[in-house]
């Protein structure tokens, strides 16, 4: 059974970093890439990133590039996401997924409970 677990969300002030986890479980880790979603309170899921099977490749949504990084160590089954230089536009539950695809309905894949993230101004 696939299972994915967020972690590392909190409450930080504007500029502030925070590095969420992803360890991944009932599946390849180390063979599948990854993505980062995000949504904010009362508004719609949105990608912020993916990183490669092997982490050497990254993409990354125009509003967190330069200031987000992804990153995974496969011998730990585990994804990172730095998130530096915060801005309250930032807020809202983080997750991460496999296998995610846009469908008509919307975003589809497998992800976990997500962590919170909350920048103060």
């Known amino acids: 059974q696939v299972q994915l677990v967020e972690s590392g969300g909190g409450l930080v002030q504007s500029g502030g970093s925070l590095r969420l986890s992803c360890v991944g479980s009932?599946?390849?880790?180390?063979?599948?890439?990854l993505s980062w979603l995000r949504q904010p309170p009362g508004k719609a899921l949105e990608w912020i990133a993916d990183?490669?099977?092997?982490?050497?490749?990254?993409n990354y949504a125009a509003s967190v590039k330069g200031r987000f990084t992804a990153s995974r160590d496969n011998d730990k089954n585990t994804a990172y996401l730095q998130m530096d230089n915060l801005k309250p536009e930032d807020s809202g539950v983080y997750y991460c997924?496999?296998?995610?695809?846009?469908?008509?309905?919307?975003?589809?894949?497998?992800w976990g409970p997500g962590t919170e993230v909350t920048v103060s101004s």
């Open positions: 990183i490669s099977y092997n982490g050497r490749g990254a």
């Open positions: 009932g599946f390849p880790f180390s063979q599948n890439h």
């Open positions: 997924t496999k296998d995610l695809r846009l469908t008509s309905t919307g975003f589809a894949g497998s």
